[in-house]
């Protein structure tokens, strides 16, 4: 049977922020019917100095649509973005953090859909979604806990996405917090796809077992970030390059974890380093999935 790679561990994360619009008791959404043909996102890239709308908390309405995307799995729904135009586009999966797929990460797909990506966000919780960290942390859990799982629900959105004629077939996979340990996992686990980008997500510092790994690596860190620390984070570097994995990993001073998603929190700090790291990952994107 196979060990998969970022293991319980990761259950001891506490990803920042709260649980968005969601209130009340861990409770399961019921969107409405998934729909294979749905709207489309105008494609409207960042400029020099742009940040996409969603992680400065101007996201505004949605504009993809639900999919359902395991098979056999009425339960789980994704959120489905897609560009407008013929395509053919690369594409991306998604991996929300701790409390579920909330709309925040629905409408960061959106804003990937504006930069010319078929967007697929998985829900690793069957719907649910958290409203205190102890119910976050109970439903992360609950995921690590039967890892096969998850690692199956990725494989079947790359498998959705690749699927879908508009689709190059090149396909990335990126997360925070939670879901980037699990990108992180599923690079050295899933099926082959060409990106994996983390965002302050758990780590390895075992260069024989990173070795799995056949694409580069991207990562945005915190410098007051306990989880991963900063010398996890040289670990996980050191460990790459023995290993042979080209990389592109970077610690930010003065912020901490979860800054990337949510810079509304504190703009004047959070603004800087979070558009350093947008540059950074639009190179990673184009380079790894790009023709």
Avoid at 133 to 144: G, K, W
Avoid at 197 to 218: E, K, N
Avoid at 248 to 266: A, K, M, S
Wanted: some cysteine; overall charge negative; aromatic content about 8%.
């Amino acid at each position: 049977m196979r060990r998969y790679s970022v293991l319980v561990a990761i259950a001891a994360l506490a990803c920042a922020g709260p649980a968005d619009d969601e209130s009340g008791a861990a409770q399961v959404e019921a969107p409405p019917p998934p729909r294979e043909a749905g709207p489309r996102v105008a494609i409207a890239r960042t400029g020099p100095g742009e940040l996409p709308p969603a992680i400065v908390g101007q996201g505004g309405d949605l504009h993809g649509t639900n999919v359902l995307y395991v098979p056999g799995d009425p339960g789980t729904v994704g959120y489905l973005a897609v560009p407008a135009g013929e395509g053919p586009f690369p594409a991306l999966v998604i991996i929300h953090e701790w409390n579920g797929l909330v709309d925040r990460v629905r409408q960061v797909a959106d804003d990937f859909a504006a930069e010319g990506y078929v967007t697929l966000a998985a829900d690793l919780y069957g719907g649910q979604v958290g409203s205190s960290p102890q119910e976050n942390i109970q439903m992360m859990q609950a995921a690590l806990a039967d890892m096969p799982t998850v690692v199956t629900n990725l494989n079947a959105a790359v498998a959705h996405l690749k699927a879908r004629s508009d689709v190059t077939g090149r396909i990335g996979a990126m997360g925070w917090c939670f879901g980037g340990g699990i990108a992180l996992s599923f690079g050295l686990d899933g099926v082959h796809h060409e990106a994996t980008a983390i965002f302050y997500g758990a780590l390895l510092d075992d260069p024989q077992t990173l070795a799995r790994m056949d694409h580069d690596v991207y990562g945005t860190f915190a410098r007051l970030d306990g989880r991963p620390s900063p010398d996890q984070v040289a670990a996980f570097e050191t460990a790459l390059r023995a290993a042979g994995i080209e990389n592109d990993l970077h610690i930010y001073d003065d912020v901490n974890h979860g800054f990337w998603l949510r810079i509304d929190e504190d703009p004047g700090v959070r603004a800087g380093p979070a558009l350093d790291a947008w540059v950074r990952l639009k190179a990673y994107l184009d380079r790894t999935l790009g023709d």
